[in-house]
């Protein structure tokens, strides 16, 4: 697993350590809100250079998605 990465996500999404995993399903976070996907759009562009549209967003369903991007 991409530890650094999936930290980089804990923290946006404001959860505890290790509790997410690749399979988590975005949906069923309650911290999977409008600041998250602003946060995530901000560090995907910053650290990243990828940038997300709104349709993109829609589209994310798990962690891994984002993880997918952050390669």
Do not use: H
């Amino acid at each position: 697993m991409r530890t650094e990465e999936l930290k980089k996500i804990e923290e946006i999404l404001d959860v505890e350590e290790n509790t997410i995993s690749e399979e988590t399903e975005l949906a069923s976070l309650e911290e999977w809100d409008s600041v998250a996907k602003l946060s995530l759009t901000i560090m995907l562009e910053e650290d990243y250079g990828k940038k997300l549209t709104s349709e993109d967003l829609k589209n994310l369903k798990t962690v891994k998605m984002i993880l997918d991007l952050m390669k």
